[in-house]
């Protein structure tokens, strides 16, 4: 019983997430992630409540599989990562975000604390629909 609640409760994440990167661009643009951190870093991270892993793949649910795939391969040469553990809870008075009140914009992409995925990866998530001919789940 407990192990189906757990199973649950990850399907139910793992649709949270594709809705995180899908509610549209002015929303993923200030999803906040720590770059410096490690695969096992954030791998220990999204076990807590406040981080959560989501996947540039998820952009591409409901794609015809062959754009879907031409997105995946063009974001993938871009060399940006396929994947972001994002704050999801405790950035209260933030605007549900870590870094929504910083009033430095370009520390938003920097490579050092925090930054925001869209201002980081942006233009190689975007580039890559693009690219491919593919219509992007958010608009932009």
């Not at 649709?15 to 929303?27: I, Q």
């Not at 914009?105 to 942006?122: C, H, M, S, V």
Request: hydrophobic share 45%; aromatic share 8%; charged share 15%.
């Amino acid at each position: 019983m407990f192990k189906r609640t757990l199973t649950n409760v990850a399907a139910g994440v793992a649709l949270a997430a594709a809705g995180v990167l899908a509610t549209g661009a002015a929303a993923y643009a200030h999803e906040c992630f720590n770059p410096n951190r490690s695969e096992k870093g954030n791998a220990g991270a999204s076990h807590s409540e406040a981080w959560l892993t989501v996947h540039v793949a998820e952009l591409t649910m409901g794609l015809p599989e062959e754009d879907a795939t031409c997105v995946l391969e063009a974001y993938a040469a871009t060399g940006a990562p396929d994947s972001f553990t994002i704050m999801v809870k405790g950035a209260v008075g933030q605007g549900g975000t870590i870094a929504s009140n910083n009033p430095h914009e370009e520390k938003a992409a920097d490579g050092q604390g925090i930054d925001e995925i869209f201002a980081a990866y942006g233009a190689e998530i975007v580039g890559s629909f693009e690219a491919c001919g593919a219509e992007l789940p958010f608009p932009v």
